[in-house]
T-cell receptor
C-alpha cells in the first residue's frame, strides 16, 4: 500500500537558518503530494501541493519539488522565522479518483530567536 | 466564521460512556473524513464518506461508528469509550473535483479516564 516517510524530529534551528525536511513516498501511479502544517493548538492547514512530476509547490517562502525519480517531496525554506515553529506533515493522494490521504508521522520544527 | 467546525473542542469522559463528536462544514464539499492524532503516530483515518449515502471504514475503525446526517454534517461516535481512545480527533473535508486536498477542523481533544 501507499506510505510516506518523513525525517524524525524535532528539527531545531536558529532564526534565518535554512530548512530542509525530507519526505519520501511509496505509491503506484502518479500521486498528488502535499505538505500540511499544524501550529500549536490548531488543526492542519494545507501549506503547498504538487500534482505531477517536476511540479514545484510554493507558499509563504516554503517550496517543495515533486521528484518522481527519487520518489521525494522535500520541504525547504531559505530563512526560517520563530513563527514557523510547528509540526509539518507530508501526505499523498494516489492517482485513483476516490482515494484518501496517506500522511507521514510529522516533523516538529522548533525555531529559536 | 470557520469553514469546518467541531464540537466539543474538549471532552473528558469515563470508560464505558458513549460519546459523540460532531463536525459541520460550510465549504460545500461532498467528502468528509474523521482522523485521530496520537503523538509520534501522525494522523490515522477512522472513517470517511464520499457522499451522504457513502460510508467507508478507514485504517482504525474498530470501536467507532459514524453518521452522515447531511452533506454538511458528519458525526463520530464512540459507543463505549476506553482509555486508549484518548487522542486528538480531527474532521476534514474535500471536494471530489479537486486533487483531494483536505481542509481540517480545529480538532477535539478527548480524554477517557
Amino acid at each position: 500500500g501507499d506510505s510516506v516517510t518523513q525525517m524524525e524530529g524535532p528539527v531545531t534551528l536558529s532564526e534565518e537558518a535554512f530548512l530542509t525536511i525530507n519526505c519520501t513516498y511509496t505509491a503506484t501511479g502518479y500521486p498528488s503530494l502535499f505538505w500540511y502544517v499544524q501550529y500549536p493548538g490548531e488543526g492542519l492547514q494545507l501549506l503547498l501541493k504538487a500534482t505531477k512530476a517536476d511540479d514545484k509547490g510554493s507558499n509563504k517562502g516554503f517550496e517543495a519539488t515533486y521528484r518522481k525519480e527519487t520518489t521525494s517531496f522535500h520541504l525547504e525554506k531559505g530563512s526560517v522565522q520563530v513563527s514557523d515553529s510547528a509540526v509539518y506533515f507530508c501526505a499523498l493522494s494516489d492517482s485513483a479518483g476516490y482515494s484518501t490521504l496517506t500522511f507521514g508521522k510529522g516533523t516538529m520544527l522548533l525555531v529559536s530567536p | 466564521d470557520a469553514d469546518v467546525t467541531q464540537t466539543p473542542r474538549n471532552r473528558i469522559t469515563k470508560t464505558g460512556k458513549r460519546i459523540m463528536l460532531e463536525c459541520s462544514q460550510t465549504k460545500g464539499h461532498d467528502r468528509m473524513y474523521w482522523y485521530r492524532q496520537d503523538p509520534g503516530l501522525g494522523l490515522r483515518l477512522i472513517y470517511y464518506s464520499f457522499d451522504v449515502k457513502d460510508i467507508n471504514k478507514g485504517e482504525i475503525s474498530d470501536g467507532y461508528s459514524v453518521s452522515r446526517q447531511a452533506q454538511a454534517k458528519f458525526s463520530l461516535s464512540l459507543e463505549s469509550a476506553i482509555p486508549n481512545q484518548t487522542a486528538l480527533y480531527f474532521c476534514a473535508t474535500s471536494s471530489s473535483g479537486g486533487y483531494n486536498e483536505q481542509f481540517f477542523g480545529p480538532g477535539t481533544r478527548l480524554t477517557v479516564l
